[in-house]
């Protein structure tokens, strides 16, 4: 018998993965839906990755390099292609044949479309297989409604007769609230001589699992079942209320998980964060607000309300509110918002301000910069001590290409400057209020676009005849006339 370190059979690990999921109704496969940023098939593998097995086999089939291609974040996990036969059983004897030929130990039978068992379960269920002796042990879950599902049968001692499937049922059997979650352990030498007699002289021509169970008991196995603590956990996605109901009971796990770690979640009902985000303590997250991704929120942030920020570093003590961010970083102590957007790439040093209706994107802004008002920063790189005015804007991109701006540190630029890159500020700079920056400004300079005001008298009359603001103006030089008239 072959074994681990611990004196336990040795553990492999077959996912069925290759169901189409038609009740759900996309063109995306039914294992790669997302809930709480990871697929499906992804909360699988994670939970199996967390029981150490050295052998995940994933049969796959629709849309198989989709499929495929998914496991390329989990390395050491081994597609295997379901052929024409169709089923369960066929799933996981193809699973079984890509397993080393000299392997003894169990097979723990996992569905792709069942996300929320967490690792705990497996191996309640791996311990309850080990001191039973049993041949094979299954996950069962009590359910009020037990109506579609097929119910698990025990015998006197404990251990499981037989599955019973709905539509075969009894009225006697059809009362028994146990059900069936598909989830299973095997002792891989007798899982291999049952699966060689299971065979698809059924009405949907089909190789099915639970015929296993059945072929096991037959041969004098002993069959054993472990219940789920949370029934609703163990249940599949099938639908699309399924799925945001799975997606939902994932974040009330994940708010109540970072709760017990010291992060205060002020609306639980309107905050979604994802499985993939991390927290320190003390973190403050307010109502309406999403974390997803693979963000970070440090000790003492306070993220929102009414905020989404994805994949995005937060640093210690900084406040970000009513506002986006996507794959930026934000500085200790800094402050974003309310109403701003930082793009891919924005980086806001120490204690740096990002104001209302201000974006940036793919820039650096420096410690103790501030962007306070109605600003658009695009490809820059911006120093420390800077105050850019309300308004102003890096135009990063001539209809071509995209190019950088560079403000030294110290800079203040007055409100409504347009800086042309490729330009650069230099150190304690300064611009006038409606500048146009086409040329570097040298350190210590004062950067001007000024020309005389010209006023084209008449000319709303002459261009705009017959509106209203041309009627007001003829009104008011009247007046006006009429009063240089009577001082005469």
Known sequence: M????????????????????????????????????????????????????????VVVRHKREEVVASLED?????????????????????????????????????SGDVPLIEPDIFRSLL?????????????????????????????????????????????EEAAVTEINAGVYVFRAPELRRALADVGID?????????????????????????????????????????????GRMLNQRVIRRWEAGGVTVQDPHTTWIDDTATFEQDVTILPNTHILGASHVSTGATIGPDTSIV???????????????NLAVIGAGANVGPWAYLRAGAVLGRGAKAGTFVEIKNSTVGDGSKVPHLSYVGDTEIGVGVNLGAGAITANYDDVAKHRTVIGDHVHTGSHTVLIAPVRLGDGAKTGAGAVIRKDVPPGALGLSVAPQRNLQGWVEKNRAGTAAAEAAERARDSEKATDDGQE
Not at 14 to 40: C, E, F, Y
Not at 79 to 88: K, R, W
Not at 150 to 169: T, Y
Not at 204 to 229: F, K
């Open 2 to 57: 072959t074994k681990n370190g611990e004196g336990q059979r040795q553990l492999a690990i077959v996912v069925m993965a290759a169901g189409q999921g038609t009740r759900l109704k996309s063109d995306t496969p039914k294992v790669l839906h997302r809930i709480g940023g990871r697929t499906l098939l992804g909360h699988v593998l994670s939970s199996a990755e967390a029981l150490g097995s050295a052998h995940v086999r």
């Open 74 to 110: 989990y390395p050491g996990v081994i597609a295997v292609d379901q052929d024409d036969i169709p089923g369960t059983g066929r799933a996981v004897q193809l699973g079984v044949e890509a397993l080393p030929a000299e392997f003894d130990g169990d097979v723990l039978v996992l």
């Open 127 to 171: 311990t309850e297989h080990a001191g039973r002796a049993a041949a094979a042990t299954l996950l069962s879950a009590e359910l009020a409604d037990p109506h579609g599902y097929g119910r698990v049968i025990r015998d006197a001692s404990g251990l499981v007769a037989r599955i019973v499937e709905q539509k075969g049922a009894t009225a």
């Open 202 to 246: 059924n009405e949907a021509r089909e190789m099915y699992l639970t015929d296993v169970i059945r072929i096991l008991r037959a041969d004098g196995h002993g069959i054993a079942a472990v219940s789920a603590p949370d029934a609703s956990a163990a249940l599949g996605v099938n639908d699309r209320r399924q799925l945001a109901e799975a």
């Open 311 to 325: 994949d995005t570093e937060v640093g210690e003590g900084a406040v970000v509110r009513r506002s986006d961010a």
